[in-house]
């Protein structure tokens, strides 16, 4: 089945202690994504990755790294975690995005709360 | 800052009344994408309208593509409950370097009254 996967998906932590969030996909698919989502300011983008070895920063890059290794895996790193990281995350990927974009798949979302 | 602007953040229907949300950019888009979220779910993919006046339906849900590329709606006739959820568009938008920018609005969530 095609699909997004992210690990954890509830994570509970205290300020300042290193975390990972996981995410793979098995679509063989460039292009992935970070977007945390709060209430009333819909998805805003962190990082993304155009493919192995690219990423770039999106809206909200402050206090999160990426890498992206594998095609698959695009984990996201916070690391040095604080309450204002407190959100909803999603990984998202696509088959490109030369000539446009194309449709997102999304993983189930990662509920970060910082303490 | 937001660059796509969607109206209204909330809509509160009856059952079986019409719902539409609007999409409104402030620069001219190569396309845009309609993603619903179901409450405690993550987005999904509905549609994407390239074309200039482009109109597309999907049985009860209507999606339109302004002239200008500009702004794009949803329009959903007689309402259920399973179409209960936050709706999003996002905006493709050239930045240069065979670059794409997708840009969110900030959804607007259908509430179906009791």
């Known amino acids: 089945e095609a699909q997004v996967t992210q690990n954890p998906r509830y994570l509970i932590t205290v300020t300042g202690k290193k975390l990972t969030v996981t995410c793979s996909q098995n679509?063989?698919?460039?292009?992935m994504s970070w977007y945390r989502q709060d209430p009333g300011l819909g998805l805003r983008q962190i990082y993304y990755s155009m493919n192995v070895e690219v990423t770039d920063k999106g809206d909200v890059p402050e206090g999160y790294k990426v890498s992206r290794k594998e095609k698959r895996n695009f984990p996201l790193i916070l690391e040095s975690p604080s309450p204002n990281q407190t959100s909803l995350y999603f990984c998202a990927s696509s088959l490109s995005w030369l000539a446009g974009a194309y449709e997102q798949y999304f993983g189930p979302g990662t509920r970060l709360t910082v303490t | 800052g937001q660059q796509v602007m969607q109206i209204p953040q909330y809509q509160h229907v009856q059952e079986g009344e019409d719902f539409t949300t609007y999409c409104n950019s402030s620069?001219?888009?190569?396309?845009i994408q309609w993603y619903k979220q179901r409450p405690g779910g993550h987005p999904v993919f509905l549609i994407q309208l390239v074309k200039s006046g482009e109109v597309k339906k999907q049985k009860r849900l209507t999606f339109q593509f302004g002239e200008a590329k500009k702004n794009s709606s949803l329009h959903i006739t007689a309402t259920q409950t399973t179409d209960v959820g936050t709706y999003f568009c996002?905006?493709?938008?050239?930045?240069?370097?065979?670059?794409?920018?997708?840009?969110w609005g900030a959804g607007t969530k259908l509430i179906i009254k009791p």
């Open positions: 679509m063989n698919h460039e292009y």
């Open positions: 620069t001219t888009l190569s396309n």
């Open positions: 996002a905006g493709s938008r050239y930045s240069g370097d065979s670059n794409y920018q997708l840009i």
